[in-house]
């Protein structure tokens, strides 16, 4: 089992940033992709960003393209996301998830472990 703590979730006006962390515990020795996510109310979670346990491989949402950067530390078993240029259409809840699989995901189906999401609120 692999608990996920995310954290960095706050308000913050359009154009400006903020950076989400995610560490992860328990049995953290496995090679894990990870992912972020995000859910607005009312709205299906929808992917935002995934990182390879290499670090070397990242995927990205188009509608964050240019305004977000994953990163991870493995030493710290954390996952990053920065994010820039925030809009109020990026507020929502966001979410840190890990994978087992052997390709890196990008649906929700593709991840194993959750956590309990912070809070994104960009005004405008």
């Known amino acids: 089992q692999v608990q996920l703590v995310e954290s960095g979730g706050g308000l913050v006006q359009a154009g400006g940033s903020l950076r989400l962390s995610c560490t992860a515990s328990g049995h953290t020795s496995s090679s894990y992709s990870m992912g972020w996510f995000l859910q607005a109310p009312g709205k299906q979670r929808e992917f935002v960003a995934a990182?390879?346990?290499?670090?070397?491989?990242?995927y990205y949402a188009d509608s964050v393209k240019g305004r977000f950067t994953i990163s991870r530390d493995n030493a710290k078993n954390t996952v990053f996301l920065q994010m820039n240029s925030l809009k109020p259409e990026d507020t929502a809840v966001y979410y840190c998830?890990?994978?087992?699989?052997?390709?890196?995901?990008?649906?929700?189906?593709?991840?194993?472990?959750w956590g309990q999401g912070t809070q994104v609120t960009v005004s405008s």
């Open positions: 998830a890990a994978s087992t699989r052997t390709y890196i995901p990008r649906e929700r189906e593709g991840y194993n472990y």
């Open positions: 990182i390879a346990w290499s670090g070397v491989s990242t």
